[in-house]
């Protein structure tokens, strides 16, 4: 992406650029987040990947399965939020619940390469920004929707000697863990987690979201991917992650908007700006207090030796 937004930006040959990687690769890196809304969103006209993939990884089957959703964007509009940003994909669907109420589910994917402690801040703000626009003045809160996360990362939620499960599901839930609200949850696949032990620990692990992690893995890694293909959704998969799928510009925009990259970056060195300040006072200290030690010895050593003249 970067060289191709350099190329269109110089006066290059994109073309030239994107057939030189369609030698080396047939398939694209589907966790790029402009790559997963294109594929699993069929190019926003074919929503069945990404209503599998949702399904799997929300562990919904049978009548509770998410049908038929509706492509959302932007994610809202309005409210009292001034921070721009959203999930990679949003899905929505109406239905009725058990008593025939309308009700809507609001489904978001988020792919996250880079772990950072503030991360999980901006889950909840994704959260939090749906739940803070969702009234329209004189509803009542029976008109709450509910809203449902769903964070594809490439990094440990939990490390391994803590957690072994690499799905994880946050509610809100009281002091006695009785469930506060259904309306709202967090739903944690750690990708990296699972595919290193895909072959070990997980190597029973026949669920719907775990075969999604292997097709996913062997597309990114031009592996074969023969074990897939009795599969409908996993061959819509393999055709729409094909690198001749995929038209020049969408690169370039996606090289032209990598803001959550960017803000992230700044994020770490800041951070890390400020441990190393911190590095820094404390040496200082350190080397201060170690100074005034050794000034305190000296003096007690001139006590002695004045004592011992005298004695």
């Not at 070990?200 to 023969?226: E, G, K, M, P, V």
């Not at 908007?257 to 006072?281: L, P, Q, S, T």
Request: hydrophobic share 35%.
């Amino acid at each position: 992406m970067e060289e191709i937004h350099d190329a269109k930006k110089n006066g290059g040959d994109i073309h030239e650029i994107i057939e030189r990687y369609h030698r080396l690769y047939k398939y694209v890196y589907i966790y790029n987040d402009l790559c997963a809304k294109e594929i699993l969103t069929g190019g926003g006209k074919d929503l069945s990947l990404v209503t599998n993939l949702a399904n799997a990884a929300l562990r919904l089957t049978g009548s509770d399965c998410i049908s038929n959703p509706t492509l959302e964007n932007p994610v809202v509009s309005g409210g009292y939020v001034y921070k721009d940003i959203e999930e990679d994909i949003l899905i929505s669907r109406r239905r009725l619940d058990e008593k025939d109420e309308p009700v809507v589910d609001r489904i978001g994917l988020e792919i996250q390469h880079v772990g950072y402690d503030a991360y999980n801040n901006r889950l909840l703000f994704y959260v939090a920004r749906h739940v803070g626009n969702m009234l329209k003045k004189g509803d009542f809160y029976d008109k709450m929707q509910n809203v449902h996360i769903i964070s594809f990362q490439m990094f440990d939620y939990l490390p391994w000697k803590v957690s072994k499960r690499y799905v994880h599901n946050v509610r809100l839930l009281d002091d006695e863990y009785h469930t506060f609200s259904n309306q709202q949850s967090l739903t944690i696949v750690e990708v990296n987690k699972f595919l290193t032990h895909a072959d070990t620990d997980y190597a029973q692990d026949d669920s719907r979201l775990a075969q999604w992690l292997r097709a996913i893995d062997a597309l990114n890694n031009n592996d074969d991917f023969s074990t897939f293909v009795n599969d409908r959704h996993f061959q819509c998969l393999q055709k729409y992650a094909e690198v001749s799928t995929f038209a020049p510009e969408l690169f370039v925009k996606a090289g032209e908007h990598m803001k959550d990259d960017v803000e992230v970056a700044a994020y770490i060195a800041r951070k890390e700006g400020r441990e190393i300040g911190r590095e820094e006072e404390r040496a200082k200290y350190e080397a201060e207090k170690e100074e005034m030690a050794a000034k305190f010895e000296a003096r007690i050593r001139e006590l002695e030796a004045l004592l011992a003249q005298k004695g």
